[in-house]
């Protein structure tokens, strides 16, 4: 397995002329119009390290959704963040970005369609629909030789009035890819010498392929682009080794409790009960 050290992620300070980002440069908001949205990592990915964001806040009255991806662009010699990722970034070449929709994410390969390949991916979807549980109950996400811990992978409804149908849906993977607390992360995968693909995970869940045959001579930055219906992000830090203390608090706390609001009852710091919630 490959091991990937943890890193603080943060955007980076070239963006789009429309985005604003917080102190802490792990947020970033459109605050005018639907496009000049571009932002960038910090620092250049390393194999198998994802770059994973939440969806913090939505605005209504525009087409399309969240894109992401990657770019061998150095953003700090950029003449001009291009007012789109898509098509603009892509057409200055050397960049590969994914929109993410609604529904129709997932990638198909040409040559598994009809063929034996095809009847395996199927066989597979089957196993885990007559099982749900499986791709809860595994810890880790498994991409070739790549393994990512899957606990901040899968975003989780705010709690409220119907919570407790909202945690149901939490549990069957069934939060919407452009939804409020969605997490959707982006990475790429070694495969051979000087190559890579581009995957894109969404909860939890792998994508595909979305980009093949990337070369990697180049530093690779992730991409997102804050666009139309997509308001506000914040970056998700993964921690590949030992968990955090404060994990492990969450995780032990999370474990003796009904539901999440119950977290309302117990005599904590309300900053680790905010943290129990929503992660």
């Known amino acids: 397995m490959a091991v990937v050290e943890d890193r603080f992620m943060q955007f980076h300070p070239v963006h789009g002329v429309n985005v604003r980002l917080d102190n802490s440069e792990t947020q970033a908001t459109r605050v005018e119009s639907f496009a000049n949205g571009v932002c960038f990592s910090k620092h250049p990915l390393l194999p198998g390290e994802i770059f ?94 790549i393994c990512i811990p899957r606990d901040k992978l899968v975003g989780r409804s705010r709690p409220g009035r119907f919570s407790h149908i909202l945690d149901d849906l939490y549990k069957t993977n069934a939060l919407p890819p452009t939804a409020r607390r969605s997490r959707v992360g982006v990475l790429f995968v070694p495969r051979g010498q000087g190559i890579a693909d581009m995957h894109i995970i969404i909860n939890g869940e792998d994508m595909g392929a979305s980009a093949k045959g990337i070369p990697t001579q180049q530093p690779l930055y992730a991409v997102v682009d804050v666009f139309a219906a997509t308001k506000c992000v914040r970056i998700v830090q993964v921690e590949y080794g030992f968990s955090s203390l404060q994990t492990l608090c969450r995780k032990t706390i999370q474990k003796h409790i009904v539901h999440r609001m119950a977290l309302d009852w117990l005599e904590l710091p309300e900053i680790l009960k905010n943290y129990c919630k929503y992660e």
């Open 52 to 145: 994973l964001i939440e969806i913090e806040d939505k605005e209504l009255g525009w087409c399309g959704h969240l894109r992401i991806g990657l770019t061998a662009h150095d953003p700090g010699r950029l003449d001009v963040v291009p007012e789109y990722s898509l098509p603009d970034l892509v057409d200055l070449g050397n960049s590969w970005v994914f929109a993410i929709t609604r529904n129709h994410n997932k990638v198909v390969e040409e040559e598994e369609a009809g063929g034996e390949a095809g009847g395996r991916v199927l066989a597979e979807d089957s196993m885990l629909n007559s099982n749900p549980s499986t791709f809860f109950t595994k810890s880790h996400l498994l991409i070739e030789n």
